[in-house]
């Protein structure tokens, strides 16, 4: 079986975890960072093919390219360049064929002469460099409007500090290479749900403000409205909608279109309360599942389906295999002594709720958005199950 060479020809987008209920130092850290990034970011614009070329060690001008950034330009360059690339050189690939041969050397020798061969697609696009770690983060187009994540949180942080009446702070943030997603929590429960087995504590859910922005292109300045189930720190956020997005385009406009996104950002995480009817409904609506084998197997490939045409087939499996296992609450988990027909046939809406939001802590940011707003869509009935 042949191992996978590691490739000098890019290398992984950095990923960082900021979360305030494992780590009160959490926003301090993010802070930092993205003050890194941007002390030690340029904006070059690309003028000549020269400028591009990689040298023997798969660096430009001593920068070494990421993924996102080597994606970026074979995008351009020609189609399925990208995926070419990354087979001759086992970039984000594994194999178990022992014939299969790399050669960056090769791959190398065919980016440089793209470059001489189609520079006009390439000229006036601008590389986003960071000088402190040597990399090439991304190449943007000549219309981008580069906004940095340092901005967006200042912003963020003004746009809260500006309606105090929501009592919010900072919970949660996330970076993949100079991708970034941004949450804040409101202090107070938006409110309450009985749990199922009839105990006085009541389950508190709360509210909030999601954001994100990329500084190299992968996607516009998002803005959303946040539920939070506190018990397991579970997230779903709303849909985007038109009026959730920000294209990075250069304009007079810009910052008087981003106040207005924050602002309707604001009047959709009013609403968010109006969910607790929603979930109590959904906590006594079963599945399907359980009952014999032979139907619980048809169910729940039925299931993993459904969730698959909307995220992907790894990611279905585990939200099914979880929703099984744990459903909601302790008292809930499939055991030993268990008849384990007769547990599933329990799981509800609501379980596979709080099994996708679960589920979604361990994706990148982007998919993880995608799961998220899967389960508010689940949460106010624009995504429904039926097996």
């Not at 003004?158 to 991708?179: S, T």
């Not at 139907?295 to 698959?308: P, Q, V």
């Amino acid at each position: 079986m042949a191992t996978v060479p590691v490739s000098k020809i890019a290398v992984l987008p950095a990923r960082y975890k900021y979360n305030s209920k494992q780590d009160k130092a959490a926003e301090r850290k993010l802070v930092r960072r993205l003050q890194s990034h941007d002390k030690f970011t340029e904006v070059a614009k690309l003028t000549s093919p020269r400028e591009m070329f990689l040298g023997s060690d798969a660096r430009i001008n001593g920068k070494q390219l990421t993924t996102t950034a080597l994606s970026q330009l074979c995008s351009r360059l020609a189609p399925g360049m990208g995926q070419a690339i990354r087979s001759m050189t086992g970039v984000q690939l594994s194999s178990s064929d022992d014939q299969v041969a790399f050669d960056d050397d090769l791959a190398i020798g065919l980016l440089n002469s793209m470059f001489k061969l189609r520079f006009d697609r390439l000229e006036g696009y601008r590389m986003i460099i960071d000088h402190k770690r040597k990399l090439v983060e991304g190449i943007v187009g000549r219309r981008y409007e580069f906004y940095s994540n340092l901005s967006l949180y200042n912003r963020s942080k003004a746009f809260i500090q500006a309606n105090p009446d929501y009592h919010v702070q900072f919970c949660e943030a996330a970076l993949a290479g100079r991708r970034m997603m941004l949450r804040f929590r409101s202090t107070n429960p938006l409110f309450s749900i009985p749990p199922p087995d009839g105990r006085e504590v009541q389950e508190p859910f709360f509210g909030g403000f999601h954001f994100a922005n990329s500084e190299v292109g992968e996607c516009s300045i998002r803005a959303a409205s946040l539920l939070i189930r506190q018990w397991c720190d579970n997230k779903a956020i709303s849909p985007f909608y038109e009026d959730g997005k920000l294209i990075h385009v250069k304009g007079v406009k810009f910052e008087k279109k981003l106040s207005e996104l924050l602002t309707r950002t604001r009047v959709k995480a009013d609403q968010a309360g109006k969910f607790r009817k929603n979930l109590l409904a959904i906590t006594s609506i079963p599945l399907g599942l359980g009952g014999t084998a032979g139907s619980h197997k048809t169910k729940r490939s039925k299931l993993e389906s459904k969730l698959t045409r909307k995220l992907n087939k790894g990611f279905a499996r585990a939200v099914v295999d979880r929703l099984l296992m744990s459903g909601s609450y302790r008292q809930d988990k499939l055991t030993s002594a268990s008849d384990p027909m007769k547990v599933y046939a329990k799981r509800t809406v609501y379980d596979l709720f709080n099994a996708i939001t679960y589920e979604a802590k361990s994706l990148s940011v982007g998919y993880r958005e995608r799961a998220e707003q899967l389960a508010y869509q689940l949460v106010s009935g624009k995504f429904e199950i039926k097996l």
